[in-house]
Every structure is written in C-alpha cells, then in structure tokens.
C-alpha cells in the first residue's frame, strides 16, 4: 500500500509543480504585455489629432526673410547690344529705357524670399547661407508683422547655414536644437516656413530616410521627410513633436513632389556656435586624399567588409605626411571610434579642434598599424594633373616611368610606378578598362616602383592567369581591375 500510495503523490506533486510553473509563466507573460501595452498607450497616437498647439506655439519664432541684392543687367539681349561702339552717345539707350525699362549698362535689384528661426531671445537668427549669400540689404519680419533691418554675423557655404543679428530692442520668441541623432525614420516633423511668399505655412509630415547625401556640399547628411517643402521654406525650422528643431530645411529636388531635405541639428549646433563667436568656421584637416572602400577594394585587401576610408594623396607637410601615412592605407578608426567611409571620416576629422592629437589606426600591407596625427586647420584640396607620353610596352599598353617632374604634373607624392601613356584600341588594357593617364601601383599585390617591375612581374605571369592590377586614376580615385594575362 505504502508503494502504491508513494506513486499518485509524486504524480500529484509534479502536477502541482507543473501547474505553479505555468501560472508563474503566465503571471509573467501577462505583466510584461500589461508593461507593453502601457508603454504604447503612454505615446503619442500613431497620427496626431491635431499641429494646431504645435504650429502655435513655434510660430512666433519663426520669421520671413527678404534680400537685396545688387547685381549687373546680364540678359542675353543687353549683353548683344551693350557694347556699343557709340559709347555714351548710343542712340539705343532711349530705344533700351522706353520699351524694355532696362537701362543698359546699369544695375539691377535682385530680390528673393527666404525663412528662418530665432535661436536666442537676443535676435540672433538661423538662416540658410543662400537666402543671404551676397545680399545688400537682408530684412527680416517677425509673425507679428515687425521688420528689423539684419546684419549677418557669419556663413558656412560648405553647411550652407548663416547667422543673423536684429536688434529687435525686446526678447523674442525662440526655438530650441534639439537631438537629431534620435530622430528615427517615420517619425512625425513639422515644417513652418514662407514657400512663395506665403508667410507662417505649416505643413507635416514623416521623417523618410536619414543621412541623405545629394551632392549638396563635402558634409551631406541630410534628413529627407515628406513635409511639403518648396522654395520660400530655406532656412525655417523643422520641428519635432516635442517642439525642438530637429533640421534646418534647405533643399528640395525639382522634379520630385513631396521631396525635401534639412541639415540635421547636430551637425548645425557646432557651426552656428563657431559663427557666433568666431564669425566663421574652422575645420579640422588631416592632409590627405581619401576614397570609399569598394568590394573590389576590400576584396583586394582582404578586408572582410568595405568599412574604412583608402588614402589616395598625402599632401607634403600637412598632418598626415608628417604622422608618416602613406597613399594606399586604409584608415579604420580615429581615437578608438570606426570610420564607416570616406565621408564619415572627412565629417569626423573637421569636427575636431585644431591643434588637437588623435590616434589614427590604419591598414598597410595587410597589418594594422597605429600613429599619431596632430590635426591643423583645413586646407584647400589639391586636384591631379595630366599625363605625359610613354616609352615602354607591354600588355598592348604604352608606360613609363615616372620622373620627378612627371610626379609634379601628375601632382604625386612619390615615383613610385608606372603610368600609362597609351593604349592600343580592342588591346587587353583597354579591354580591362584602362585609359591613359592611370597609373600603375600593383600588379597581383606585388609593387611596382619603375617599369622594369612592370614587364618582369607580367613576365612572370602566364598567359591566361589572372591579374588584378592596382591603379590610380587621373582623378586621384584608386580601383582594382580584374582581367587575365
């Protein structure tokens, strides 16, 4: 009995046990939905009900700008007819004066429309630097109808952003940056601004993507968001849910309706700082010529992903030069922190201060390598050269070495290759697509320093075997070419 009475209890026990664990289970289940769900109804609805408090309460803050500028008749009829051999006496002046009303010789008034917001209660005014760019006379209206004659503290073409000044004698509304790197795709943002003229125009919509680059300027990161944006609307704000300014809207494609683009307010917090106290930007510069890392290149390299930025110019006696990088390195990281592309490490490098030390990890001939880079301010960039003649042949190329005053014309650091002079048309080079005035680094990852590297190493390579030829384009770009032998 004792072993028959034994049994049902353990059974029992387990049911039991199992029967606690799924109500444990479901305790737990239940809580974290309740967690979930309550932390779903504490957000904003998925659709606003209404901008209306939203739209009242950045209004005031946001103004209407209108320019001057002064520039020279320059229509195609005036520029025909102008240069008169008569001089003064020209008996086409009355005929310009009555039916054109367009003195010629004279000059005209060029006026346009742009937006803005105050970003402090002093009078201080953000802006895109081409509403104002070489403006006469810049007036700024306020939404309550105010007009304040502004001066311009400083622009950054590069950002295209400008900072106003009025002295509007009494605190002004203003608008607060807020943190665009938290702003996430189909997000809600609003747009107020002055398209065509029509002042205090509210339009919403999402954020569509982030980080846009469109050939604007060096520093692309553009937020693109469906808020109807148009001409007028340069230089307003636009506006999170909370009321922060999350980008200055500044660009629209002209053929694409609904497509507009801002300039994110992290990266205009530093330059409207620098402008207000320094009245213009100062960048960090390293000195060298980058690219992005394509597959081709990583594959070449043996990188296991296309992160990094491949330096294809050191310019003498800027920073990198005298840090000892070299043309073909792959620069991985700044101070611990990855570089993603070329473009990420040209925004990274000018944020930074000048004067400041920076630890720069680089890839060279397949090791990591790490050096010390003093930054200085940032310079002009250097464009290449032209080509000269060949005198060698082979692979039904024309290649040459390259002497001290080819290296000046090709505007290179060193003599290192060969650069190519000709090739021969339906030839294998040009069927690889190599085109006079590249110049030859690698053949199979072996360097080449002259022209006798260049035919002993093809010589050693039979007929039919792959070659992947390292090349330095005319344009400074480096690509890797695949063909055969």
């Known amino acids: 009995m004792k072993h028959y009475a034994t049994l049902p209890t353990a059974i029992s026990r387990r049911c039991v046990a199992g029967a606690g664990m799924a109500l444990a289970l479901l305790t737990l289940l239940f809580t974290m939905n309740s967690a979930a769900l309550a932390a779903i109804q504490k957000q904003p609805a998925l659709i606003p009900e209404s901008f209306s408090e939203l739209a009242d309460a950045i209004g005031p803050a946001v103004v209407n700008i209108r320019t001057e500028t002064t520039t020279a008749q320059s229509d195609r009829l005036s520029r025909h007819f102008f240069n008169s051999p008569f001089g003064e006496n ?15 010789g004279r000059q005209f008034k060029q006026r346009s429309l742009g937006s803005g917001f105050v970003i402090d209660s002093r009078g201080l005014i953000v802006t895109n630097n081409h509403v104002v760019e070489n403006a006469d006379k810049i007036i700024v209206k306020l939404k309550d109808g105010d007009e304040f004659d502004a001066t311009v503290v400083g622009t950054d073409a590069n950002t295209d952003l400008a900072l106003l000044e009025i002295e509007a004698k009494r605190p002004l509304p203003s608008l607060e940056l807020g943190d665009s790197d938290d702003l996430k795709v189909g997000e809600w943002v609003v747009a107020i601004g002055s398209p065509f003229g029509l002042e205090q125009t509210v339009t919403a919509g999402i954020v569509s993507a982030k980080g846009r680059v469109i050939g604007a300027g060096p520093y692309d990161d553009f937020i693109q968001t469906d808020a109807s944006i148009n001409p007028g609307n340069s230089g307003g704000p636009l506006v999170n849910l909370a009321g922060e300014v999350v980008g200055i809207n500044t660009a629209i494609i002209a053929s694409g309706q609904g497509i507009g683009f801002a300039i994110p ?22 000195g060298v010529g980058i690219q992005p890392v394509s597959k081709e290149m990583a594959e070449y390299y043996n990188l296991e992903s296309g992160k990094g930025a491949l330096v294809t110019e050191v310019f003498p006696g800027d920073p990198a030069d005298k840090a000892g990088i070299k043309t073909q390195d792959i620069i991985l990281e700044v101070n611990g922190k990855e570089i993603k592309d070329s473009r990420d490490l040209s925004a990274m490098i000018a944020s930074l201060p000048v004067g ?11 090791k990591k390598k790490t050096v010390t880079v003093k930054i200085k301010e940032r310079d002009d960039t250097r464009v290449a050269g032209k080509s000269e003649t060949g005198t060698q042949s082979a692979m039904d190329l024309e290649v040459a070495d390259i002497t001290e005053e080819v290296a000046r014309k090709l505007n290179l650091n060193s003599t290192e290759g060969v650069y190519v002079s000709e090739v021969a048309p339906g030839g294998k080079g040009d069927q690889a697509g190599i085109q006079p005035g590249d110049v030859i ?5 072996q ?21 992947l030829i390292l090349i330095r384009k005319s344009n400074g770009m480096f690509m890797v070419i695949k063909t055969t032998r």
């Open 265 to 286: 307010a992290n990266l205009a917090n530093n330059i409207l700082e620098q402008l207000e106290t320094k009245g213009h930007v100062i960048r960090g510069w390293l």
């Open 356 to 366: 400041e030390t920076i630890k720069v990890m680089l890839l060279r001939d397949g």
């Open 441 to 445: 680094r690698e053949i199979n990852r």
């Open 447 to 467: 360097r080449i320093q002259n022209t006798a590297d260049f035919e002993a190493i093809l010589k050693g390579i039979k007929e039919g075997d792959p070659l």
């Open 90 to 104: 020209d008996p086409f002046n009355e005929f310009f004066e009555r039916f054109f009303n367009a003195p010629h």
